[in-house]
Structures are given as structure tokens and as C-alpha cells.
């Protein structure tokens, strides 16, 4: 079992930055692929970003075109966490971000659909007001 837990979400004005950060526990967390996916009021869940988990020191790492250039996903496989970095900010980006995690065996082809992923946490909520 894995939990996920997020943080970071709150208000902030267009053009601005945020970090939100997902804590996983478990003990093989490096091979995990993570996934952020936010669901805006009256809309499906979407996908945002994507990290591969690997034996190496190499991560992939895919963006939704509505966020690429503006957002960036990491993780720090020692802290058990994955980050997104959010800049640039929009009203149209207000919504509740999840982050999930897609544990062995895990397809990174398949980043973009959220059934790929078998745990997922509570959410944190992110307003950006115009």
C-alpha cells in the first residue's frame, strides 16, 4: 500500500508561482512513474506532468501542452517526493491537483490515462485569481 500525500495547493494571483509537493511512503519509491493530474470544477480529471521512475539516474519527465513551459516536475527519489513547479500561473489553472503513482509494473506510455495509476492522493487545491 502505498499513501500519497499532497501539499503546497492555496491562492495565489495570475503570474504567479507555486510548488506543490506529493510525500509517497514506501520503500521502492524510485520505481515508481508519478503523475500530476488536476480536476477543475465541472471537468473531467486531466493530465499535467508525468515522471518516470528508473534503476539509473535518468528520468523522462512529459507535460500537457496547456502547461508545458510553465510547469516543471521533479522528484527527489531520498525524500520519497515529487514536485511541481508552477510559474507563469492562470485563472484557467485553478482547479484541485492530485498526484498519483504508478507502481511496478508500471508503463510510462501510458502517462497520460489516469487508470494507470494504482494510488492517489487526497488532492490540494490551487486558485489563481485574475
Known amino acids: 500500500q502505498v499513501q500519497l500525500v499532497e501539499s503546497g495547493g492555496g491562492l495565489v494571483q495570475a503570474g504567479g508561482s507555486l510548488r506543490l509537493s506529493c510525500e509517497a511512503s514506501?520503500?521502492?519509491?524510485?520505481?515508481?512513474?508519478m503523475g500530476w493530474f488536476r480536476q477543475a470544477p465541472g471537468k473531467e480529471r486531466e493530465f499535467v506532468a508525468a515522471?518516470?521512475?528508473?534503476?539509473?539516474?535518468?528520468?523522462?519527465?512529459d507535460y500537457s501542452d496547456s502547461v508545458k513551459g510553465r510547469f516543471t516536475i521533479s522528484r527527489d527519489n531520498a525524500k520519497n517526493t515529487v514536485y511541481l513547479q508552477m510559474t507563469s500561473l492562470k485563472p484557467e489553472d485553478t482547479a484541485v491537483y492530485y498526484c498519483?503513482?504508478?507502481?511496478?509494473?508500471?508503463?510510462?506510455?501510458?502517462?497520460?490515462?489516469?487508470?494507470?495509476?494504482?494510488?492517489w492522493g487526497q488532492g490540494t487545491q490551487v486558485t489563481v485569481s485574475s
Open positions: 498519483a503513482a504508478d507502481t511496478p509494473p508500471a508503463f510510462f506510455s501510458r502517462r497520460y490515462y489516469s487508470d494507470e495509476y494504482d494510488y
Open positions: 514506501g520503500r521502492t519509491f524510485s520505481s515508481y512513474h
Open positions: 515522471i518516470s521512475g528508473s534503476g539509473d539516474s535518468v528520468s523522462y519527465s
